[in-house]
């Protein structure tokens, strides 16, 4: 289940798309672009965490998650990170479809065209244990732990791909040609045990970078 509805990508959004199509984890993409940068497209994992049906999805904010316990501060966290178009990390009070509460560890990440301008948004959602509060999570445990097997070279790439930069921009920004970056690339993703960027720009976020 993953699906557009009056939207069309591009081919770089045709290329998120397919990234967060692969991914179990809860994803969406948003276009600031447009008003109230309303969600374009999500996968079928975010269809089951939530409850809710792809067309009650597409048009949205995500903001439609927020319920009466949602904490204001934490709202605007995220809010800022979009305004300052930064990756941002957030772990929130959100609601699903049948109203029921869950504790949701929001990610919001920009995604940069070759040029550099805004393109997408991409956003990320996993439900957390009750119990869980604060950044001492097993999740970014683990992400911290795998961001740690990388090289220093790898390193520096993962950071430059969680702040929305392209190959081709990473490139230029650390002196390199772009088939060196594309290869460090596929080597970062083979140690952090996934094969997508929407995945890597999660775990580079969760551990810290």
Not at 14 to 20: G, M, R, T
Not at 50 to 58: A, F, H, K, N, R
Not at 76 to 88: D, H, L, N, Q
Request: hydrophobic share 40%; with cysteine.
């Amino acid at each position: 289940m993953q699906q557009t509805v009056e939207y069309d990508l591009d081919a770089d959004g045709e290329n998120l798309l397919e990234s967060i199509r692969r991914s179990p984890i809860a994803s969406v993409i948003s276009d600031p672009r447009l008003p109230d940068n309303p969600i374009i497209a999500v996968n079928a994992a975010f269809c089951t965490l939530t409850g809710y049906p792809v067309d009650e999805i597409i048009g949205r904010n995500c903001k439609f998650l927020a319920g009466p316990d949602t904490e204001p501060w934490l709202t605007e966290k995220i809010s800022a990170g979009v305004r300052e178009r930064r990756p941002v990390l957030v772990e929130i009070l959100n609601y699903k479809r049948d109203r029921s509460p869950f504790r949701n560890a929001v990610l919001v990440a920009p995604v940069f065209d070759a040029e550099g301008e805004l393109e997408y948004f991409l956003g990320s959602q996993v439900e957390l244990p009750v119990q869980t509060s604060g950044p001492t999570s097993a999740r970014q445990a683990r992400a911290a732990l795998l961001v740690k097997s990388l090289s220093p070279r790898q390193r520096q790439i993962l950071e430059q791909i969680a702040q929305g930069l392209r190959s081709k921009q990473i490139a230029w920004q650390l002196g390199l040609s772009e088939k060196t970056v594309n290869m460090h690339r596929t080597l970062l993703f083979q140690k952090l045990d996934t094969h997508n960027v929407a995945d890597a720009i999660r775990i580079a976020v969760e551990a810290g970078l």
